[in-house]
């Protein structure tokens, strides 16, 4: 393939070997003109460039880059054109099989943000009100000296490390070790205010917390139920794959939302439910499926624990009680019932409107039982499809960046950090040593769940003699998070004037650095974005991509783990930290801290994907089906695209990745899986083992328990271990087996090394065993708050007190009569600093606003495009654009959460370092929001709160 310029000059060889499948190419092969496909005032630069261009016109050879997308979970492959070590173009790969060439407005913009010139250039701090540039020196040991006195005045919990959903799965990693030998819990990211909910319920439901099928898979959907789901500006590649099963199998769309989406423009039925009330809803679905005897009963019999339970509950759910509750009419459920019933395989597909939530754990449980109830699991076009909102949120999360686990979620157990000390090749009792010896509420902080981002707040402001650890904290370090995105902004406000320092590691400041009325102790350090580095990400559907490095660090901006490395070196635990990973120029060895995560992460897989293998996949990106995902010859044959984990066993064992979780119609070897004995082998005298299903191969036909040694030897299958892993078996199971015997000799025999269970449509281990419907804690319907009341309050919850009916006891409908919501834009993406900072974005929507129903706009006295304010139940108020349309209800507005800059009326543009500001600024939505956290995982709760709205006067 020649790519030129309009000179006609050749490209560079690299560029030929480096590129695929291009839009250039599919456009020149398909005879069709770059104009005639799209304008230049839909296109960012990259993708306005003529149809032939490959070289400068001084001509400078072009290099290509495979690179992923660094927004949505989608996974988007990129070509990144490099000429001169600047990034000068990018095309969508048309030969990656997520995307097919597909990009969203966020993704076709992408180069901006290598190059953005709004990005941090240099570490800062903040002196007398003003920032002040400092060498990377002295940021390290000022900031260092700060928190080695804290950490000796009150401990290692009183400072926060709040990690990314940005980093790498390598950095990911590297962030939660790092915390855990600074020694504390208190570590965590995004993933508590997206989908905490999502992986509690559904791990506890069926063993793991994510997505079960894939993008892709979507393609052999009969049904599809959107519900807090609005791919279309969230994740609006995943379209693509929607609109094939529209188009292959007539699939039946059903959305559900409060709010008139743009997926639901696309969609065969719209629902509009009240906020808040999904629990109802769905029982609402499932009381037409029982009384209509439409479940799965044989796989509800084979696969299925507690439905019984359900079906008791879901028996009060009468088609009068749904309309009560959720606002839908009998008639529009069954309808809807019968759809998901007569067009088998269907999946569900859910995002933060379901999971942000107090009752969001009730709700994803309840999205999993409707599943379960249909027969919908471990099947293609089936299953639960959580799209997630950052890059590297899935990868984030399996890798420990939580304050609750470490990675791969084992707990925090002495067996757990015995495991892990094991992998790192420290000490245990070193470890132990890191941490605070104390003991509060019977656990020591090194056994006991760490603050949880979406509660930092209380972590300074509440009284230290209500927490479970000794000191408030006193340092917060923002290391690529976005603090616009949590509720509470007042409160947030006060906390961060109450800190000793605020730590923002970022490649661009962000509201965090002026929302608050601080003079000093701010430090901005400007760390790359992934595009200055390499290594992989983790899609929402589990598979690991991997990611060239594009260009060189800009500014003086340093990749996140060499800025790890540079604290721990301060901190004098460097020499423990990388005791198996190589230092190069400052910077930690980005395979080595693969092969040391490949070492460790038995429970979910994470063991198979080598650096070596994640490269020859990412090498032959054109050899993978589209539908299935599977290597169709080359060197990836067999495979599945990215070896969705679990990728079962070392490298060597070469297994292929696991596409679709719980399908027993293949062998484990090939990728199949039974639902996880995790809950034991029976309760109350009833098994809870599957019962006469198996993975296809089985050596055992019917339910077996999670695999270790005594089960081996028991079945006589220890002899097939070799002699040196016999040695590194004796004594473990399939989770801390570092041989990997276990898990080898499991799969050997056809089994799945986790057991052979039935999922559980109860969890007797959290509030609510079979999920419930709870008004939310600001609720205008207060008729039904006797009948549905939230909990009781709680004296510690992840270490802190935790309001719920002290909070709903009190009566605000009145004041704050309206019901707010709030979402995301296509243009813009978390709290938006970097997207606001792309010019090509900032163009496309340059206001905050609220969307207001005409009756509403009309009964208080504003028309469309007027200023008004927002006005939340306990006091956050905003100043923003009135958007009236038909799109939310009568009696409930929505805001988008992606805007910073303003606060309450005032503009903060001035407060930004020179040059740094994003191109738009606005209100943040969550200055409005309210309190409220769900008990298991202390997600906050953004969907459903009170607030009022009126004109604003000049």
Not at 281 to 295: K, Q, R, S, T
Not at 607 to 632: A, I, V, Y
Not at 899 to 925: R, S
Request: proline residues 5%; aromatic residues 10%.
């Amino acid at each position: 393939m020649n790519l030129t310029k309009k000179s006609d000059k050749p490209a560079a060889p690299s560029a030929a070997a480096g590129l695929g499948l291009s839009r250039r190419r599919f456009l020149k092969n398909s005879g069709i003109a770059a104009g005639g496909v799209a304008t230049a005032s839909m296109m960012a630069p990259g993708m306005m460039q003529q149809a032939e261009a490959a070289t400068t016109a001084a001509g400078a050879p072009t290099d290509v880059k495979r690179t992923i997308c660094s927004h949505c979970s989608v996974g988007c492959g990129v070509y990144a054109e490099v000429q001169n070590g600047v990034w000068t173009g990018q095309e969508p790969a048309f030969d990656h099989p997520f995307n097919a060439g597909g990009h969203c407005a966020k993704g076709a913009a992408l180069r901006e943000h290598g190059h953005g010139e709004r990005r941090l250039k240099y570490p800062m701090k903040l002196v007398d009100g003003k920032w002040k540039k400092i060498s990377w020196d002295d940021a390290i040991n000022e900031v260092g000296d700060k928190m080695l006195q804290v950490r000796k005045e009150s401990g290692p919990d009183s400072v926060y490390w709040l990690g990314s959903a940005k980093f790498s799965n390598e950095q990911a990693y590297l962030f939660r070790k790092y915390a855990a030998f600074w020694g504390t819990n208190n570590v965590d990211h995004q993933a508590r205010i997206c989908h905490s909910t999502t992986v509690a319920g559904v791990a506890n439901t069926w063993g793991y917390g994510a997505m079960t099928n894939s993008f892709n898979d979507i393609h052999f959907a009969k049904s599809i139920i959107l519900i807090g789901s609005n791919p279309a500006e969230a994740h609006p590649v995943s379209l693509q794959h929607i609109f094939r099963a529209k188009e292959r199998n007539k699939a039946h769309i059903i959305c559900v939302d409060p709010r008139f989406t743009r997926t639901a423009a696309h969609a065969n039925e719209y629902i509009r439910i009240r906020p808040g009330s999904d629990v109802a809803f769905i029982w609402g679905l499932l009381w037409h499926i029982f009384e209509n005897g439409w479940e799965d009963k044989e796989f509800i019999r084979q696969r299925v624990y507690g439905m019984d339970e359900v079906r008791e509950e879901v028996k009060k759910w009468t088609p009068e009680e749904v309309e009560n509750v959720t606002g839908v009419k009998g008639s529009q459920m069954r309808r809807a019932a019968k759809e998901l019933a007569e067009n088998r395989p269907g999946t569900v597909i859910w995002c933060m409107g379901g999971t942000q939530h107090t009752t969001g754990n009730n709700n994803t449980r309840a999205y999993c039982i409707l599943m379960l109830a249909l027969g919908n699991m471990g099947t293609s076009g089936g299953g639960t499809n959580i799209f997630r909102g950052h890059d590297n949120v899935q990868g984030a999360t399996d890798l420990g960046v939580l304050s609750h686990t470490l990675p791969g979620y084992y707990g925090l157990s002495d067996g757990a950090w015995k495991h892990w000390s094991k992998v790192w090749d420290v000490d245990f009792e070193w470890m132990q040593s890191r941490f605070d010896q104390e003991v509060y509420r019977k656990l020591k902080p090194m056994n006991n769940k760490g603050i949880p981002v979406s509660r930092w707040i209380d972590g300074i402001l509440e009284d230290k003699k209500l927490m479970d650890q000794k000191d408030n904290l006193r340092v917060m370090v923002a290391w690529g998070h976005a603090v616009n995105s949590q509720t509470r902004g007042p409160e947030m406000k006060k906390a961060i004037e109450k800190l000793d320092t605020l730590v923002i590691v970022d490649p661009y400041p962000t509201h965090a650095a002026v929302m608050s009325d601080r003079k000093n102790g701010v430090y901005l350090i400007p760390a790359c974005t992934q595009f200055e580095t390499y290594g992989s990400v983790t899609a929402s559907n589990r598979s690991i991509q991997w990611r060239d490095q594009v260009i060189e660090p800009l500014f003086e901006s340093k990749p996140d783990h060499e800025i790890m490395y540079l604290f721990a070196k301060k901190f004098g635990f460097e020499k423990q930290l990388f005791k198996n990973i190589e230092i190069k120029n400052n910077q930690p060895v980005v395979e080595d801290i693969t092969r040391e995560f490949n070492k460790g992460m038995w429970t979910i897989g994470y063991t198979g994907q080598s650096p070596e293998r994640l490269k020859t996949h990412q090498k032959n990106w054109h050899t993978f089906n589209f539908d299935t995902l599977k290597g169709e010859g080359g060197p990836a044959n067999g495979d599945y695209y990215g070896m969705p984990w679990p990728c079962w066993g070392t490298a060597e064992h070469a297994h292929p990745g696991t596409p679709i979780l719980y399908d027993t119609s293949k062998p484990v070897a090939e990728g199949g899986l039974t639902f996880r004995a995790r809950f034991g082998v029976e309760r109350d005298g009833v098994s809870l083992l599957a019962e006469g299903s198996f993975s296809k191969g089985s050596d055992i036909k019917d339910g077996y328990p999670e695999f270790s040694d005594k089960l081996l030897k028991k079945l006589g299958w220890w002899d097939d271990l070799t002699a040196e892993e016999k040695k590194l078996a004796e004594g473990k199971n399939w989770k801390t087996d570092l041989s990997g015997g276990i898990q080898r000799v499991a799969i050997a025999h056809g089994c799945s090394p986790f057991g052979n269970a039935k999922a559980r449509a109860v969890v007797w281990t959290f509030p609510d065993k079979v999920p419930l419907h709870r008004e939310p804690l600001y609720t205008a319907r207060r008729d039904l708050v006797s009948k549905y009341p939230t909990w009781n309050d709680s004296e510690s919850m992840y270490r802190l007190p935790t309001m719920y009916k002290s909070i709903q006891d009190k009566d605000l409908s009145k004041e704050y009569p309206i019901i707010l919501t709030s979402g995301r834009l296509v243009e813009y993406e978390g709290g938006g600093e970097e997207t606001r900072s792309n010019p090509w974005l900032a163009e496309l929507q340059q206001e905050m606003f609220v969307e207001v129903h005409p009756a509403d706009a009309n009964t208080l006295g504003f028309k469309d495009g007027d200023d008004v304010w927002v006005e939340g139940a306990e006091g956050g108020k905003v100043l923003v654009k009135a958007l009236v349309t038909r799109r939310v209800d009568q009696g409930v507005v929505f805001m988008p959460f992606h805007f910073g800059g303003k606060f309450q009326g005032k503009d903060l543009t001035d407060k930004y370092p020179d040059g740094a500001a994003p191109y738009v600024v606005g209100e943040a939505a969550n200055t409005a929001t309210t309190y409220g956290y769900d008990p298991v995982t202390q997600m906050q709760e953004t969907k459903v709160t009170l607030c009022r709205v009126q004109k604003a006067t000049a």
